[in-house]
């Protein structure tokens, strides 16, 4: 580990007042090292995994983290604030901050000893002395390991034998008590136990955190817990004869659990990851009652991964939400590859391109026509998984792995009697229901094995089949004729108020759910070889708004600088990049800090701009790429037009909105100079 914190790395005095500027500050640190090559590239990465789930953690610790093509080696590095920073845990500010950056290929044992580091983190003696340390380099040497009165074993060599032990899971396991033995020891009753499977989306600090977490509850509360953590190094599955011997499952998972028909038959209890660092004792006494009753999973496997909703007293109206993002995440990339192939196809080749013979038959290397059709032909290929795939996927959310198979082919059916895009939800919810409603019937152990591989996939491929062909698919291909019979025949008013419409969802949550319907909606317009003009005509609307709220934060942190902090002027030069590509989570950090000015500004500009573009006649035929795509567009320059002018009203109203604020009555006077005052515009964002 001497190689991956030096004193260079370590700042005692982290006078950042937000979790971006304290990202920014450590980072710099890196990058005057050489161990990151581009600081915006390397922060947005960051950024992108907050967005996930918050990294901060009770007992005051923030552990910002990723993977990240911009890392040239394995680093971490400190920091600690005396006022606090929010990393948005329960309980409070973190003072205890450690950046983790990991290459994109990093290989497992830097990637092993950076999980060890978050388990040690849950040891409160080496906490405290990271609190009372005095210097940078003795701080280093304490996370190193290499000082003689560390509290904690966190060096190199006992760091890796550590996680490697904790990798395996045997931490826990006694001598006396081994895996799969007698009931008894030495004449006493054998305590409860208990195995575990924590995961995070990383895969390097949230995973060996709860791990740890879970362990140290087992130990006060004289349960046995072993635990198999399935992170970015990979994961060493548990002895079959420990998960037999055990009496109870606990997941904590944000990411599916792999392999998770092995842990079958058993009391389970299914919470997020972060449930596992914070209540591990809850999550033990749960289980504990689960088993008591004598409640166990039925069928092939537990209970999906989407369908317990990371934590308990989760409505079914939020685990549909889930389920259809699940498809739609798996969905979006096939639009995009597929969608600039076709549209760049129609560039190179014009609008007669879809009428080419297939290059199989006729390819000449050196005519541009050829390599038009190619393209085209390529992305026709992409798009046609693009219904299968929104299936299998959402099938998957709801059922794991069993669902993918009667999932694909419900899709691949609603492609063929013209059902489309809705026949493909109805597909995927449906295959995903059969799946879960075999899996609950009780099946003798010895059927269990197959049921995965044969029974499941036949039974519920075969009844999907019926429900679509027989039952319900044509009138959803009635239903989907009719919706794109009505799109085709918008014009004047009605065309104006969907784009209104359209851009006030991609602009209300940047990137969330809302966002992603809305734009979900257009991609399945455009979906086809052939779109409609007015499914082009609604892309064109979508993508422009899209790009206002970051275009926008970066005019006005120019133009009224006074009016944003340091941090979010430095967010604002990196927002001009993400608005120009159409990311439009690059406004996320200004709306977090003052959700009730960004967003309502955001929204009127977004609705402005996509009434514009419908009003105007822009089409687009690629479903992303921002401004790098203009020369697939429609009437290019206005469709520019409707962006500015979006652009221009939201940075106004942002003006002005701020403005007010700091002059209302009773309210403290911000200079825009001093960073105290800063920090209570930041943290008070409902303030006037």
């Keep these: 580990m001497s190689d991956m914190i030096t004193a260079d790395l370590v700042d ?149 034998a550590s996680a490697g032990a904790a990798s395996s899971a045997a931490a826990t396991v006694t001598d006396d008590d081994t895996a799969g033995g007698d009931d008894t020891a030495g004449g006493e009753e054998r305590p409860f136990r208990i195995v575990a499977v924590t995961s995070c989306p990383t895969g390097i600090a949230h995973t060996y955190m709860a791990a740890e977490s879970l362990e140290n509850a087992g130990r006060e509360a004289g349960v046995e817990v072993t635990v198999e953590p399935q992170g970015s190094a990979g994961f060493t599955r548990l002895d079959p004869a420990v998960i037999a011997a055990a009496d109870a499952v606990i997941f904590a998972h944000d990411v599916p659990v792999r392999e998770k028909e092995r842990f079958a038959g058993k009391p389970t209890v299914d919470v997020g990851v972060k449930a596992g660092i914070n209540r591990p004792a809850e999550l033990i006494t749960e289980v504990r009652e689960k088993a008591a009753r004598g409640e166990v999973t039925s069928g092939s496997a537990p209970a999906s991964p989407v369908e317990r909703g990371g934590e308990s007293g989760e409505g079914y109206g939020t685990k549909l939400r889930k389920w259809l993002m699940s498809g739609v995440s798996y969905m979006v990339p096939f639009v995009a590859a597929g969608g600039l192939l076709i549209a760049l196809g129609f560039a190179l080749g014009g609008y007669k391109v879809d009428k080419a013979p297939s290059v199989m038959e006729h390819f000449i290397w ?47 059916i609603a492609l063929t009697i013209n059902a489309g895009f809705l026949g493909g939800l109805a597909a ?89 319907v809305a734009y979900t909606f257009a991609t399945a317009g455009i979906a086809v070889a052939s779109p409609s003009d007015s499914a082009m005509k609604i892309m064109a609307a979508v993508m422009a708004a899209g790009m206002v709220p970051p275009l926008a934060m970066a005019l006005a942190t120019t133009v009224r600088a006074k009016l944003f902090n340091q941090t979010e002027r430095e967010n604002g030069k990196a927002a001009w990049v993400l608005g120009a590509s159409f990311i439009s989570e690059g406004a996320i950090p200004f709306a977090a800090a003052d959700p009730l000015r960004v967003i309502p ?39 520019l037009v409707a962006i500015a002018a979006g652009v221009c009203v939201t940075t106004a109203l942002v003006i002005v909105l701020k403005g007010m604020r700091k002059q209302a009555p009773g309210a403290t006077p911000a200079s825009g100079e001093g960073a105290a005052a800063q920090a209570t515009e930041q943290k008070q964002p409902v303030a006037a």
């Design 428 to 516: 995927g919810l449906i295959a995903g229901g059969v799946v879960m409603a075999i899996q609950k019937v009780k099946i003798p152990a010895a059927l269990r094995g197959i049921m995965p591989v044969v029974v499941i996939p036949l039974i519920s491929s075969a009844i999907v089949g019926f429900l679509m062909f027989v039952v319900i698919g044509k009138p959803i291909a009635e239903a989907q004729k009719g919706m794109t019979d009505w799109l085709n025949g918008l014009s004047g008013s009605n065309a104006v108020l969907l784009g209104a419409l359209l851009g006030l969802m991609m602009c209300f949550d940047l990137g969330g759910p809302v966002n992603k």
């Design 12 to 160: 005692l005095d982290l006078s950042a007042d937000t979790k971006e500027a304290a990202a920014r500050s450590l980072a710099e640190r890196m990058v005057a090292l050489g161990r990151v090559t581009d600081l915006d590239g390397f922060l947005a990465d960051v950024a992108a995994r907050e967005a996930q789930m918050p990294t901060g953690l009770d007992g005051g610790i923030g552990i910002p983290h990723c993977r990240s093509e911009h890392v040239t080696e394995p680093t971490l590095a400190f920091g600690r604030s005396a006022a606090g920073i929010d990393f948005g845990a329960a309980d409070g500010p973190a003072d205890l901050i450690f950046l983790i950056a990991a290459p994109a290929g990093a290989d497992d044992a830097h990637l092993t000893i950076l999980s060890s580091l978050a388990r040690q983190l849950m040891n409160s003696e080496f906490t405290d002395a990271l609190r009372a340390v005095g210097d940078a380099a003795a701080a280093a040497a304490l996370i190193r390991g290499d000082e003689p009165d560390a509290p904690a074993t966190v060096g190199a060599e006992d760091t890796v």
């Design 601 to 639: 500004a955001s929204m009127a500009g977004g609705a402005i701009t996509g009434a514009l573009s419908m009003a105007l006649g822009a089409t687009l035929r690629a479903p992303h790429g921002g401004i790098f795509v203009v020369p697939l567009i429609g009437n290019p320059f206005l469709y």
């Design 366 to 412: 050196t005519q541009t026509d050829s390599w038009a059709a190619l393209l085209f032909q390529i992305g026709g290929v992409a798009f046609g998984f693009l219904v299968p795939v929104l299936a299998g996927y959402i099938a998957y959310g709801m059922a794991d792995r069993p669902g993918l198979v009667p999932g694909f082919v419900g899709g691949s």
